[in-house]
């Protein structure tokens, strides 16, 4: 089970940190993923936390958000920054490989 948290409208340019509370699996042990989906399109990946820690993002976020973990807490969150109109979505998280059940996400909206 997976609950996302800490979105909302920012201006382009501006920051927001997504939280994700994760339950019903050995945290630590499996790799971590944020996904975000636009309605009318396929949901995708755009950044990875494996469980030794190395981040792993896709080309459209590199260099503007960074994904961090928190195995005391079954947290990963993504910090986004520098965001952009193209950014908005609903964002998700689950497991990196063998997807889970998906929560209910936290809507990002990037507007002037």
């Known amino acids: 089970q997976f609950v996302e948290s800490g979105g909302g409208l920012v201006q382009p340019g501006g920051s927001l940190r997504l939280s994700c509370v994760a339950s019903?699996?050995?945290?630590?042990?499996?790799?971590m993923s944020w996904y975000r989906q636009v309605p009318g399109k396929e949901r995708e990946r755009v950044a990875t936390?494996?469980?030794?820690?190395?981040?792993r993002y896709e080309d459209s976020v590199k260099g503007r958000f960074i994904i961090s973990r928190d195995n005391t807490k079954s947290s990963v969150y993504l910090q986004m920054n520098n965001l952009r109109p193209e950014d908005t979505a609903v964002y998700y998280c689950?497991?990196?490989?063998?997807?889970?059940?998906w929560g209910p996400g936290t809507q990002v909206t990037v507007s002037s």
């Open positions: 689950n497991k990196f490989l063998y997807l889970g059940p």
């Open positions: 019903g699996f050995t945290f630590r042990s499996g790799g």
């Open positions: 936390i494996l469980p030794d820690g190395e981040p």
